[in-house]
């Protein structure tokens, strides 16, 4: 059955609906199957040019990580920053980007920008729950010219359940320490060439951070989906028709405040009382139309979509009666002890023979509309006796984000924060959109031992800024650029060969900025190798970005100065280069078990090529290097895989972050940290399966980051225990 579940979620990368188009249910059975092989290659040289990684569903089991932040560990030339321990809002990153809200890189679910509003305004506020997602892609290099708008970096692909051939459903249950729950089920069959799925997944937990007074610092998300497909099946050509129905809502008692340093080390997980009324509220919905026409050779592909996503995030901007930030404050408590004491609650807001000082509380308010329709189209023909593989997408697409942001006043009373009534006022309210087309081609041509790639990307941009309490302040602009790639796969022999690529790279500016600021634009190279013999499998890649302009977004959550928030900044010229090692081999005795090891190391140095100062990295220098951005990372997997039970252990060392652009040698810094987590679990035979896991089993405390305000820790030890039945 595990098998078969694979096949079905591989299946949908080559051709998202191709695996369960057919005649009848043994040809969609056997058509799923061609597609897993021609994917997954199974012991044969992978001879794509380009980086890609995929995280098959059996490799997404092992841990059962439900943090998307955990999961790409394993992924090289990915770099992140965490924020609540949980991956609630991930920062994500590919060779080098700063990984501020994911908003560098493109994040599509099943072929589908997922973005709350991917050109106009790209941090990824919501973020789907990975728990019910059967296959992780990753595309670096010129393998991601294919998607946009943000293709300087790459391309992060979830898949989601496929409507299975028979009936199949399945039951996932978990509790754990910090009141942590999880309830996932689904179920689907095909019947008479119509197929219907329907999954629910339920994530909760009261929080590892101790609030000052008490109170629950965790959350509750809740996902539900649905799909119905109808199978048409001709001579020349099978159809599928499928729609896709999805809700998720959220509710995270989440907060940007840390700590001091010296409160960090006391105790890491203290929060102070001061955010106390945090609070995240949000609601998506998705529903896509999708049809493929399909034969041996040919794929076509229409996608209708549309994405709807709110959310109301209350969290503490700052104080009043003073014009120290509230990074300012917990950076030097000494000299701003008083902000400090009520921040801590150790002082009211009123207190006498002081100037009285309250909380300033703000909710974003934000709504967004995101929806298209997207073409994709694969060919396969022999032309001048050489085999191509041409491929060619469209897409119309429009989003937009509607802000309407106001502050609230609370008081510290003996160490609570007390609403003042009548206090609420309005900070801002505007809208930007943009209308997008997008299209690419590629041909891959094979000659001989040689895989020779060229693409073509374009993005037209028209996109519109208006605030509506200054209603004189508006813009319209227009973008547009082509985005040419190049790259090749060299066959040395049947077990290696030599991958080589460029391409320019882009990220655009937001419908607010002027012309003063910049797109983002880089021209991106790389170099590497692959060897594929029995079960050990090596891949080298060296990456150079040579960005002509590098662009920076201010947000809550990286930049200070609320004053500066939404605005953009030019950093000029900018190198990022490295290199990206993984290797992997299993290890059989006797046919009583494998030994299945892998070990991945990222190696990214940057470096800053002019002299400036922004609010968002800082007053920088030349020769300084890229903050959020650790030299070296590595992840060691090992495991041992029985006939009936199963043991993972995952090492993972990241090197320590600049905190703003800087020198190692002098400026801030994060911890580097070596996290363990560790998994196992035993088959009931027909009775299902019990695991657990351990995450951090050393329950190793150190800071990940201290944006936008103070010191922030790392998840601690947690503990959990599930049992899973699939039939």
């Known amino acids: ?24 249910t043994d040809d969609v ?54 924020e609540d321990g949980f991956g609630l809002r991930p920062n994500i990153g590919f060779r080098g980007v700063n990984p501020e809200r994911s908003k560098k890189i493109t994040i599509l679910e099943d072929g589908i920008l997922i973005g709350p509003a991917p050109y106009s305004a790209p941090a990824a506020y919501y973020f789907p729950i990975t728990t019910r997602m059967t296959a992780v ?12 708008p943000q293709t300087v970096a790459g391309t992060l692909n979830l898949v989601t359940r496929q409507i299975p051939i028979h009936n199949e459903g399945g039951l996932d249950l978990a509790l754990g320490t910090e009141g942590y729950a999880k309830a996932h089920a689904y179920f689907g069959e095909t019947h008479d060439n119509l197929g219907t799925l329907f999954e629910a997944v339920h994530l909760e937990a009261d929080g590892f951070k101790d ?17 119905v497909n109808y199978l048409i099946a001709g001579k020349k050509f099978d159809q599928t028709v499928e729609l896709k129905l999805s809700y998720a809502d959220e509710i995270s008692n989440e907060t940007y405040l840390g700590l001091t340093d010296e409160d960090f080390e006391i105790n890491p997980y203290r929060r102070y009382a001061a955010s106390q009324p945090a609070k995240m509220d949000t609601e998506h919905k998705q529903v896509m139309f999708t049809h493929n026409i399909h034969n041996d050779d040919f794929s076509f592909t229409t996608r209708i979509y549309r994405n709807e996503y709110q959310r109301a995030w209350k969290k503490l901007n700052g104080l009043t009666n003073t014009e120290a930030s509230l990074s300012e404050i917990l950076a030097d408590p000494d000299t701003f002890q008083r902000q400090y004491q009520v921040i801590s609650g150790g002082q009211n807001s009123v207190f006498s023979g002081e100037t009285t000082t309250h909380l300033i509380m703000g909710t974003n308010d934000r709504s967004y509309v995101s929806q298209g329709i997207q073409f994709n189209a694969d060919y396969a023909v022999k032309l001048f006796d050489l085999e191509h593989d041409i491929s060619v997408g469209v897409r119309l697409h429009e989003d937009e984000i509607n802000r309407s942001h106001f502050e609230e006043i609370y008081s510290m009373q003996d160490g609570t924060a007390v609403f003042n009534e009548g206090s609420a006022y309005d900070t801002s309210h505007n809208i930007e959109s943009t209308k997008a087309l997008s299209i690419y081609v590629e041909d891959s041509i094979t000659i001989d031992k040689l895989t020779l ?14 605030d509506k309490v200054k209603t004189d302040d508006w813009q319209d602009k227009t973008t547009s650029i082509l985005l040419p790639g190049l790259s090749g796969f060299y066959k040395l022999s049947e077990n290696a060969g030599l991958l080589a690529g460029v391409y320019q790279g882009f990220s655009p500016s937001s419908p607010k900025q002027g012309s003063e600021i910049e797109v983002e634009k880089s021209i991106n190279y790389e170099f590497g190798g692959r060897y594929n013999k029995d079960d050990l499998k090596v891949e080298v890649v060296s990456f150079y970005n040579d960005y002509s302009n590098l662009k920076g977004s201010c947000s809550q959550s990286n930049c200070p100065d609320n004053n500066n928030i939404d605005l953009e900044y030019n950093a ?18 006797n046919s009583a078990f494998d030994l299945p090891v892998s070990l991945v190391h990222t190696y990214t140095r940057s470096e800053f090529q002019e002299t400036f100062e922004s609010d968002y990295w800082g007053d920088v220098e030349a020769g300084y290097e890229l903050p959020d951005l650790p030299e070296h990372q590595t992840t060691l997997n090992l495991g041992v895989d029985a006939n009936d039970w199963q043991f993972n252990l995952a090492i993972k060392y990241v090197g320590s972050m600049l905190d703003q652009g800087g020198d190692r040698d002098v400026h801030s810094q994060t911890d580097s940290s070596t996290i363990l987590d560790v998994s196992a679990s035993y088959e009931l035979g027909d009775y299902g399966r019990i695991y657990g896991k351990i995450d951090n089993l050393t329950d190793e405390a150190h800071i990940v980051s201290r944006k936008p305000y103070g010191s922030r820790p790392g998840k601690p030890r947690l503990m959990s225990i599930g049992y899973k039945y699939q039939f």
């Open 1 to 24: 059955m595990k098998k078969t579940l694979l096949a079905l979620s591989v299946a949908t990368l080559i051709n998202p609906l191709a695996a369960i188009a057919g005649d009848t």
């Open 29 to 82: 059975k056997n058509k799923a199957i061609e597609h897993m092989q021609i994917l997954s290659h199974g012991d044969k040289l992978r001879t794509e040019s380009g980086s890609s990684t995929l995280l098959t569903e059996l490799e997404l089991e092992k841990h059962e990580y439900d943090d998307i932040h955990r999961i790409l560990a394993s992924v090289p030339g990915v770099n992140i920053r965490e």
């Open 137 to 148: 892609e990753v595309f670096k290099g010129p393998s991601a010219i294919k998607h946009g």
């Open 211 to 227: 609030l000052d007074g008490g109170g629950n610092t965790g959350f509750e998300k809740n996902d539900f989906l649905v799909k």
């Open 453 to 466: 790639s060229a693409g073509l990307r374009s993005e037209y941009m028209d996109m519109h800024y208006n």
């Open 572 to 589: 000029g010229e900018v190198i990022v280069y490295g290199l990206e090692s993984q290797i992997s081999q299993s290890f059989s005795f």
